[in-house]
Nanobody, 115 residues
Framework: QVQFVESGGGLVQPGGSLRLSCAVS????????ISWYRQPPGKQRELVATHPRVGSRIYADSVQGRFTISRDIASNTVYLQMSALKSEDTAVYYC?????????WGQGTQVTVSS
């Protein structure tokens, strides 16, 4: 069973940047689509960005132009570069396949955007 381990979160001021990492326990090229998700406080988990095995990357409207998803196949790592962060980006961020496997959610990494 594949495992996803997220890291890189923290406290950042509005307008700042962070890069999240997701270590995957298997060859990520074998995963058709891999995505970043987030769960804001008191809200449901939502899809943020998707990296397909082939084709264009896809972003939620709320992060388009500010976030970039990328992957390093050699290290089986997926990244989320976040810039121009806003308070509404505060959430726990997760990576998973798309559609997600309910059995493989990791612990996530907390991102807090606040002055």
């Amino acid at each position: 069973q594949v495992q996803f381990v997220e890291s890189g979160g923290g406290l950042v001021q509005p307008g700042g940047s962070l890069r999240l990492s997701c270590a995957v326990s298997r060859n990520i090229f074998g995963i058709d689509k891999i995505s970043w998700y987030r769960q804001p406080p008191g809200k449901q988990r939502e899809l943020v960005a998707t990296h397909p095995r082939v084709g264009s990357r896809i972003y939620a409207d709320s992060v388009q132009g500010r976030f970039t998803i990328s992957r390093d196949i050699a290290s089986n790592t997926v990244y989320l570069q976040m810039s121009a962060l806003k308070s509404e980006d505060t959430a726990v961020y997760y990576c998973n396949s798309n559609p997600p496997d309910a059995m493989t959610w990791g612990q996530g990494t907390q991102v807090t955007v606040s002055s």
